[in-house]
């Protein structure tokens, strides 16, 4: 049985906190920003990542106004960014649809690469 969305996020989230290069990486992708959100809407459930400071969180619910928000199944997420699908395929197919600064996708598509070639 392949892994959620958000529990994917949440190992993530996990790796990247306790990581140097993962703090690094979001202190980084954050700037001179208070924080970045990330949002999730999937078939299953509602969360998003909140990047701040060098660490990652992940929330239950919606964000009032994140800075890009992902739609799509939780299987087509989690495939997106395990690199089991293209973004621009499941884009294509509607399979995903992104809604505010998809830059930020690159971003945490980035970061989620590192932690994922992190031994």
């Not at 509602?46 to 299987?75: H, I, R, W």
Request: aromatic fraction near 10%; glycine fraction near 10%.
């Amino acid at each position: 049985m392949s892994m959620a969305a958000k529990e994917f996020f949440e190992a993530i989230a996990m790796k990247a906190n306790r990581s140097s290069d993962g703090q690094k990486i979001m202190k980084d992708w954050v700037g001179h920003y208070h924080g970045k959100v990330i949002q999730f809407e999937t078939d299953a459930e509602k969360f998003y990542l909140v990047v701040q400071d060098g660490n990652m969180k992940v929330f239950d619910g919606e964000y009032l106004a994140p800075d890009l928000t992902f739609k799509g199944s939780s299987k087509t997420i989690t495939e997106v960014f395990t690199g089991g699908k293209r973004v621009g395929d499941a884009m294509k197919a509607w399979e995903l649809v992104l809604v505010g600064a998809g830059h930020e996708g690159f971003a945490l598509g980035r970061l989620i690469t590192a932690m994922m070639l992190d031994a």
